[in-house]
């Protein structure tokens, strides 16, 4: 095993004092505990350091796709000035949400490359983000008859899942202009 | 007062993302409805509050629509140059 980048004891403090200073101003009524506990799926998502919610609006949290969970984990990250490929050794959570969904991931994959291989036609999943569609590439390398892609542009890019020979669809190659307002 | 600290939540989060934080400066513009926070920051440091992809920023403005949702007021983040 390589040396922890991230400890609780050099990086705990000042996890801790930002995220009770933002609840408090936003008046979330949360509470956070911060562990080192190791991953029960150390392929998939191995962080170093855990900060697990808890109080009257965890719903809040996991709203909207765990967008609220994501917000904080992102500012906490940015706040230590993280580079982006260090980026999966901390991970927030509520309720085990993370956890799960980790689970849902693992199981949409198998369960779409069994389909890819009975079909022989492309399975393209819904746009995840980077974290999330790693799961995905991890949970089908041990396939040999199918082999997965990620294609399109953030924050809209999505895992395909194609039959091991067949080529991938083409693409524009260019990103879209950005517009004001969302698309589709 | 609870306008007073959402706007501190603005400038708390700015000044610990930013390289410069005594120039952050966050002005709050109160209307009807809703209320404008106007961010200024270093510009050296307006690529630490927006982010790849406009990342931090969209997820301030997460942060303020929760806090938001709380008191009942919308909050509008800009950034300004």
Redesign the interface.
């Known amino acids: 095993m390589s040396k922890r980048k991230y400890t609780i004891s050099e990086h705990g403090p000042r996890i801790e004092a930002?995220l009770k200073?933002?609840l408090q101003?936003?008046?979330?009524k949360l509470t956070f505990e911060l562990s080192e506990e190791a991953s029960p799926h150390p392929d998939f998502e191995n962080p170093e350091i855990r900060v697990k919610f808890s109080g009257d609006?965890v719903s809040?949290l996991i709203a909207n796709k765990t967008?609220?969970l994501?917000?904080?984990e992102?500012?906490t990250m940015?706040?230590l000035g993280m580079p982006?490929e260090d980026h999966s050794l901390i991970c927030f959570d509520a309720n085990d949400h993370r956890m799960l969904r980790i689970e849902e991931l693992r199981f949409s994959a198998v369960t779409a490359a069994e389909r890819v291989k009975t079909t022989r036609t492309p399975f393209r999943f819904n746009p995840m983000n980077s974290r999330e569609r790693r799961i995905l590439h991890m949970a089908l390398r041990n396939e040999p008859e199918v082999r997965s892609e990620s294609e399109g542009f953030?924050?809209r890019r999505n895992v395909v899942i194609y039959p091991a020979g067949m080529p991938s669809s083409p693409r524009t190659a260019a990103p879209p202009v950005m517009r004001r307002g969302r698309r589709r | 007062m609870?306008g007073m600290?959402?706007k501190?939540?603005v400038e708390?989060?700015a000044k610990?993302?930013v390289d410069i934080p005594e120039e952050v400066s966050v002005r709050e513009v109160q209307g009807e409805q809703v209320t404008v926070l106007e961010l200024r920051v270093a510009p050296s440091d307006l690529g630490?509050v927006i982010?790849?992809?406009g990342?931090?920023a969209?997820?301030?403005r997460?942060?303020l629509g929760?806090?938001g949702?709380?008191?009942n007021r919308r909050f509008t983040l800009e950034i300004l140059e």
């Open positions: 930002f200073r933002i101003l936003a008046g979330l609006d809040e967008e609220l994501l917000a904080l992102h500012l940015e706040m982006g953030e924050p | 609870a600290s959402i501190d939540l708390e989060i610990a993302l630490k982010g790849k992809q990342r931090t969209r997820s301030i997460t942060l929760a806090a949702m709380k008191l």
